[in-house]
């Protein structure tokens, strides 16, 4: 079965750094374009960054420059570095599959929860 | 990287048809047949219901339909039922390699 599962998220202060994964069944994270996106609490869907194939990535303007994807191929895990949090960055943050066909999202995961707190 | 505009709520009847449009810009919506549409339901996880503007996955009804005229893709939601109900996202792929979601809209099954 074609599966997204993430972890990591938490409880954060503000400029502070965490983690998130996203563990990947069912499909290879090296041969797919992955991307998070999240959703801040009441509010709509916003693309944070995709990784292609190879080393491409792009990041929205609101994360450049404080987080970072990656991913670890032997584990099929994509991974969310963020850095420098802001209040602002609280959010359920969702990885996502890329359709091999196109620019459509077809596998979601259920989301882990970041809170960024004093 | 500015979001595309859809209205904030769009309601009807049982039975009924709906329409939901997306308005962009010639760097995305105009600009690629890359155009995508996504329901959540509160609570849930967002769930792909069109892509490439008018293209339906496996297993999702034919009373969801999509097109586009220049700037603007739609979403047509057929023969309204009450599980239709939920929040619906448009997205579009850019010139500069990024994706963008649109602001979402609130359907209302009265």
């Known amino acids: 079965e074609v599966q997204l599962v993430e972890s990591g998220g938490g409880l954060i202060q503000p400029g502070g750094s965490l983690r998130i994964s996203c563990a990947a069944s069912?499909?290879?994270?090296?041969?797919?374009?992955m991307t998070w996106v999240r959703q801040a609490p009441g509010k709509g869907l916003e693309w944070v960054p995709v990784m292609y194939t190879g080393i491409r990535t792009y990041y929205a303007d609101s994360v450049k420059g404080r987080f970072t994807i990656s991913r670890d191929n032997s584990k099929d895990t994509l991974y969310l570095q963020m850095n420098s949090l802001r209040v602002e960055d609280t959010a359920v943050y969702y990885c996502a599959r890329k359709s091999m066909t196109t620019f459509a999202l077809d596998v979601w995961g259920q989301g882990t929860t970041v809170t960024v707190s004093s | 990287q500015s979001a595309l505009t859809q209205p904030a709520s769009v309601s009807g009847s049982p039975g009924q048809s709906i329409t939901i449009s997306c308005t962009g810009t010639s760097s995305d919506v105009g600009g690629y047949n890359y155009v995508s549409w996504y329901q959540q339901h509160p609570g849930k996880t967002p769930k792909l219901m069109i892509y490439?503007?008018?293209t339906r996955p496996s297993g999702v009804s034919d009373r969801f339909s999509g097109s586009k005229s220049g700037n603007t893709a739609s979403l047509t939601v057929s023969g309204l039922q009450a599980e239709d109900e939920a929040d619906y996202y448009c997205s579009s792929y850019t010139n500069s390699n990024t994706l963008v979601f649109g602001t979402g809209t609130k359907v209302a099954v009265l």
């Open positions: 490439d503007v008018s």
């Open positions: 069912g499909f290879s994270v090296s041969s797919n374009y």
